[in-house]
């Protein structure tokens, strides 16, 4: 059986980067496995209450987001989810980023052996995680991110390991898609620190097929303030941003595809 596995650190970060893909390979009969690292505790409270302003309870935006990722999860097809249950740490330089039990502060292996027992458990010939910054510096993606590598060399399964990506040319259409529509694009015109140079892109996956099933998982998550924002797009760009996700390879056992790859188990079928 081919299995593709993603690690991810927050319930409702499996839809931006590999919901695509996850809908897509579901489709194909693979076995989709999700592993997600916290409960997402310093996530939105009601009404977008943050950490530390009274009426957010981490226990109950915790209940909360679980129950949305099993949500998502449906809505993506994916046929296995595994909770690690760490503490969110929450965003850089928040309070939670010094709690004990937050996610960012575990020892990496103890945390990369749980995730290689998964590794051993599924059997994935592909596994998909963020890059070194986290795609773009939150401390439970770079922590994801170290664990999910670590897990890999533990392990030795994967016949693929990815990262995911987002082309430079993809974020320069979508913000002057923004623009366009004259939405605030405060901290988007930085796009270039946190995207990936085109030429570095080692697999462009085509998810225009999954875009609604992109779209209804976002919609699950519907306590978290990041959810709205990418709900409140203008059609035309939502389908831009959702219509392709893009990988680069980082570890292979298979001969070097010469090209820019449109299936991530190329090399293995």
């Known amino acids: 059986m081919f299995t593709l596995m993603a690690v991810h650190a927050h319930p409702d970060d499996e839809v931006m980067g ?8 579901a489709a194909q ?45 449906a809505h993506l097809g994916i046929s296995d989810v595994e909770l690690l249950g760490y503490r969110d740490s929450g965003m850089d330089g928040w309070d939670g980023n010094r709690h004990e039990r937050a996610f960012a502060n575990v ?15 599924y059997q994935p010939q592909v596994v998909l995680t963020y890059d070194e910054n986290g795609g773009y ?28 990506a987002t082309p430079r040319s993809w974020m320069k259409d979508m913000y002057d898609g923004m623009v366009a529509a ?6 988007w015109d930085e796009y270039e620190s946190w995207t990936t140079p085109d030429e570095e892109i080692s697999a462009i996956l085509d998810t225009s097929a999954y875009v609604e099933h992109k ?13 709205a924002f990418f709900l409140g797009l203008p059609p035309e760009t939502q389908r831009l941003m959702f219509s392709g996700e893009a990988f680069t390879l980082v570890k292979s056992t298979v001969p070097a595809y010469d090209g820019v790859e449109d299936d991530l188990f190329r090399g293995l079928r």
Request: with cysteine; charged share 25%.
């Open 107 to 121: 020892p990496v292996d103890e945390a990369a052996e749980r995730v290689a027992e998964l590794m051993r458990k």
């Open 182 to 187: 004259g939405m605030e694009t405060e901290g």
């Open 29 to 73: 009969g693979v076995r989709t496995v999700l592993v997600t690292c916290t409960n997402g505790e310093q996530g939105d409270g009601p009404d977008g209450v943050k950490p530390g302003e009274p009426g957010h309870d981490d226990e109950a935006v915790a209940k909360v987001r679980l129950a949305e990722l099993r949500e998502s999860a």
């Open 137 to 164: 510096g939150h401390p439970d993606h770079i922590q994801a991110h170290r664990v999910a590598a670590r897990a890999v060399e533990l392990s030795g399964v994967p016949a693929k390991f990815y990262y995911t």
């Open 18 to 25: 590999t919901g695509g893909v996850f809908a897509h390979y």
């Open 215 to 227: 779209i209804k998982a976002i919609s699950a998550h519907g306590s978290q303030g990041d959810s």
